[in-house]
């Protein structure tokens, strides 16, 4: 299955394949329970709802209707969804997620913003 992973330590999106991918893996990898933000193309990015209460640092902000909203805390995983089950990122989804994708300065810092 191929997925997207922002990591808090190399802060790019790297791409992984995963033989094995579930609920349980996501969990893993936010580092806590997951949470799914639907964005359009039926590209689901997963977070960790409580890593800003952890104290882990910024590393996305979301944008609607060009104005900055909200940011992400903590590691952050990208898959598709069919509607009704987190699915692989199909070659459009990863070029249309990788192309809204914008750094942007924020508070003296350096992080990514996606339309949400």
């Known amino acids: 299955m191929t997925i997207l992973h922002l990591s808090t ?3 790019e999106f790297e ?3 995963l033989d094995n991918f579930n609920i349980d893996a996501i969990q893993g990898m936010v580092n ?3 949470e799914a933000l639907y964005l359009p193309e039926n590209i689901v990015l ?4 409580k890593a800003a209460v ?8 979301l944008r609607h209707e060009g104005e900055m909203s909200d940011y992400i805390h903590g ?3 990208v898959t598709g969804t069919d509607g009704t089950k987190t699915t692989a990122l199909n070659e459009e989804q990863k070029k249309q997620f990788k192309d809204q994708l914008e750094k942007v300065e924020v508070d003296g810092e350096t992080l ?5």
């Open 15 to 17: 791409e992984k394949q």
């Open 112 to 116: 990514y913003a996606v339309n949400y």
């Open 46 to 49: 997963w977070k960790n709802p």
């Open 9 to 11: 330590k190399n802060k």
């Open 32 to 34: 806590g329970s997951p």
């Open 54 to 61: 952890l104290n882990e640092e910024k590393t996305l902000v």
């Open 75 to 77: 590691e952050i995983v």
